[in-house]
């Protein structure tokens, strides 16, 4: 099971670009690297996930290095209700290959500022 | 297409209570899961269950604490003879897909606490 390692706290100026990165270095080839995000007293959402290719949905991108071992987040133009914990995850899951286990650590904390 | 429902979204018990929190999944998911927060910590996986079976309760405390999610009606989180220690947020999750289960869709929590 692949831990990952995540900034505490970043701060980012409202309009602007967030960019989150993630270490997850013992990543196994055939495991996804999830993000989601908690905003205060809420349930966790998805943002959007990936395997080796980058990413985008409407929430975001995601771009992962070529040796998987860390990825970025981006949020192209943060707003105030981006402020957040986002958390960046690696799943487990049965030995069948199934990776439901959301493992939730310390995340970072983005604060967008005006 | 309402989203996932939890309730209460806040319950009061007194230690040696029981509490049952109910989820209720978004609509064609069958897959649903149990996750506790406690204080300043991150969610922690309890329990994965489909229709009428447990699938994995390797997150759940050996005593006191059951989950079942019947074929009719929402999936129950039992928790019973309360101790103050089991105060925390308990969120549910559901997703609809045998494979890809990591994208799972979160309610807003139920608020334990114990007196």
């Known amino acids: 099971d692949a831990k990952t390692t995540q900034p505490t706290s970043m701060d980012c100026a409202e309009g602007r670009a967030a960019n989150l990165p993630c270490n997850h270095s013992t990543i196994s080839g055939n495991e996804y690297v999830y993000w989601y995000r908690q905003i205060h007293s809420q349930g966790p959402q998805y943002i959007i996930h990936?395997?080796?290719n980058n990413e985008t949905n409407e929430m975001a991108s995601l771009i992962i290095t070529e040796d998987r071992k860390s990825s970025t987040l981006i949020l192209p133009h943060a707003t105030l209700r981006d402020t957040a914990v986002y958390y960046c995850i690696v799943p487990l899951g049965d030995s069948g290959g199934s990776n439901y286990k959301l493992t939730f650590g310390k995340g970072t904390l983005l604060t967008v500022n005006p | 297409n309402a989203g996932v429902m939890q309730n209460p979204r806040h319950l009061v018990r007194r230690r040696g209570q029981e509490a049952r929190l109910r989820c209720s999944p978004m609509?064609?998911?069958?897959?649903v899961y149990w996750y506790r927060q406690l204080p300043e910590e991150g969610l922690k996986f309890m329990v994965y269950?489909?229709?009428?079976?447990?699938?994995?309760e390797s997150g759940m405390p050996k005593e006191r604490f059951s989950a079942e999610f019947p074929k009719e009606g929402p999936s129950i989180l039992r928790i019973q003879q309360v101790v103050r220690g089991d105060s925390a947020a308990y969120f549910c999750?559901?997703?609809?897909?045998?494979?890809?289960?990591?994208?799972?869709?979160f309610g807003p929590g139920t608020r334990l606490l114990v007196l």
């Open positions: 269950l489909q229709k009428e079976n447990i699938i994995d």
């Open positions: 609509k064609g998911h069958s897959h």
């Open positions: 990936g395997l080796k």
């Open positions: 999750a559901s997703s609809p897909y045998r494979t890809g289960q990591a994208t799972q869709y």
